[in-house]
């Protein structure tokens, strides 16, 4: 075909036919590479923090995975994957903001687990008693991280300092009643109530409204099966005669006994 030439018509069927031919012997099937099937298994999703399950999805059967970690949508799950993706700087931050002390926090913020000598968890509600300098608030401040570790909502306050904001509410110009701070208090799911009976110890008695407020508090917690720790130099059986029977009886009942004697 001369080079400047326009191809014929049977030339272009020539080199169609030419191209599409298969280069097969004659008799032997065509072979095609099809894709190999790949095996899967179906595995659960499953909130780590509550421990429901999601929903499914279908891996490679040589995924090593037993289950897919994804953290739902309730508050108490979002808060724990919070505190678990919290740097040290921000848990301490966390830990102030619902009212453990400086003295207690180091490096980072402590937990039941640097304190062996005392077998107690953040969620179950404990009556930790002893002398000075044994330890109860240090382990109230480990409880209340631990619960905060969980996605809990917190509380940690001294009985004293307790009172003195209900007293604060009595000003003219108060902008909280009383009934509100007895409210912020029975509202988190664990309270850590510190240093119970002071008032006695060190104005010689606890006063009337003092007594009141702690009934209030005590009952609406018990009612609610909330978690309550709580610390005191005072012996479980003088809580009658500091407070009521029924104070105690209640305290009896919320909370395991747990005596510290050894000082740290």
Same mark, same amino acid.
């Given at each position: ?16 036919i ?22 899967t ?11 429901v ?24 799950c979002l ?20 009212g ?36 109860? @608030?240090?382990?109230? !401040?480990?409880?209340?991280? +631990?619960? $905060? &570790?969980?996605?809990?909502?917190? /509380? ?49 008695r606890?006063?009337?409204?003092a ?6 508090l ?9 978690i @309550?720790?709580?610390? !005191?130099?005072?012996?479980? +059986?003088? $809580? &009658?005669?500091?407070?009521?029977? /029924? ?18």
């Amino acid at each position: 075909m001369p080079a400047n030439s326009e191809p014929t018509t049977e030339q272009l069927r020539q080199i169609h036919i030419n191209k599409t031919k298969t280069t097969s012997p004659p008799g032997e099937k065509l072979k095609f590479n099809l894709p190999k099937k790949v095996e899967t298994k179906t595995i659960a999703i499953i909130c780590p923090a509550c421990k429901v399950v999601l929903g499914d999805r279908v891996v490679k059967i040589d995924d090593d995975r037993e289950n897919i970690r994804k953290v739902c949508e309730k508050p108490a799950c979002l808060r724990r994957d919070k505190w678990f993706r919290a740097d040290d700087r921000a848990r301490i931050n966390m830990a102030k903001a619902i009212g453990v002390g400086d003295l207690f926090i180091r490096e980072t913020v402590p937990t039941m687990a640097d304190f062996p000598a005392a077998d107690m968890r953040w969620d179950d509600s404990a009556y930790i008693h002893g002398p000075v300098g044994t330890g109860k @608030t240090w382990a109230a !401040s480990a409880l209340a991280c +631990d619960a $905060l &570790a969980q996605g809990r909502t917190v /509380r940690l306050v001294n009985w004293l300092w307790f009172t003195a904001e209900v007293r604060d509410t009595y000003k003219a110009a108060g902008k909280e009643t009383e009934l509100d701070i007895v409210k912020r208090y029975t509202l988190p799911d664990v309270l850590c109530l510190d240093d119970i009976g002071t008032g006695k110890q060190i104005e010689g008695r606890e006063s009337q409204a003092a007594i009141v407020l702690m009934y209030m508090l005590m009952n609406k917690r018990y009612e609610q099966n909330k978690i @309550t720790h709580i610390t !005191s130099n005072v012996e479980p +059986d003088e $809580l &009658a005669s500091i407070y009521d029977p /029924r104070i105690a009886r209640r305290i009896a009942e919320m909370c395991e006994i747990v005596e510290l004697s050894e000082r740290i």
